[in-house]
């Protein structure tokens, strides 16, 4: 009897071993595709899960101590179910690579996330700490569910 649940034993865990393998590849592949190859520009969409989104405008905002880059985003849900906005999937990132994580505690911060109905639509405005205002940003919203991502080119650094 121990050979034949040894035997057994070894053939679930190659079977496990190689369906790993196949999901773990598929995932990769299909999952982790941006809404473009190129950033996108204010006004122009990307549907990232079920949401569409949309950067309207971006701004900057200082004082002696803190500066802030503002993005004021549309999201809409075109489904017939509905869908979750959190807006801690967003983030903005500097022209040297560094990302800045949204600021809730900024007084401007009026995109407060959570679901939105059917056919329904949110906007309004996210705030980030930034170090230096002067860099190029780009603005990112992940879907970690699905891996899906869209990056929009939010430059507001004196032309």
Same mark, same amino acid.
């Given at each position: ?5 040894? %035997? ?13 393998? @196949? &999901? ?8 982790? %595709?941006? @809404? ?9 969409? @990307?549907? $990232?899960?079920?949401?569409? $989104? ?30 979750? &906005?959190?807006? *801690?999937?967003?983030? $903005?990132? +500097? ?5 800045? /994580?949204? +600021?809730?505690? &900024?007084?401007?911060? /009026? *995109?407060?996330?959570?679901?939105? /109905? ?7 405005? *996210? ?18 569910? %699905? ?5 929009? +080119?939010?430059?507001? @650094?004196?032309?």
């Amino acid at each position: 009897m121990g050979w034949k649940y040894w %035997t057994l034993m070894g053939l679930v865990l190659v079977l496990g071993f190689m369906a790993g393998m @196949a &999901f773990e590849g598929r995932g990769q592949s299909d999952n982790l %595709t941006s @809404a473009s190859d190129d950033l996108l520009t204010n006004s122009e969409s @990307a549907r $990232i899960g079920n949401l569409d $989104i949309s950067v309207v405008d971006a701004y900057e905002e200082s004082n002696e101590e803190t500066s802030y880059v503002i993005v004021d985003v549309m999201v809409v849900n075109q489904t017939e179910s509905s869908a979750q &906005f959190a807006p *801690l999937n967003t983030s $903005i990132v +500097d022209e040297e690579g560094y990302e800045y /994580r949204h +600021d809730s505690s &900024f007084g401007d911060q /009026r *995109l407060m996330g959570g679901q939105i /109905r059917p056919g329904g639509q949110r906007r309004g405005t *996210l705030s980030y700490e930034v170090p230096n205002i002067d860099s190029e940003f780009e603005w990112i919203y992940s879907h970690h569910a %699905t891996g899906e991502y869209g990056a929009w +080119d939010v430059n507001t @650094a004196a032309e």
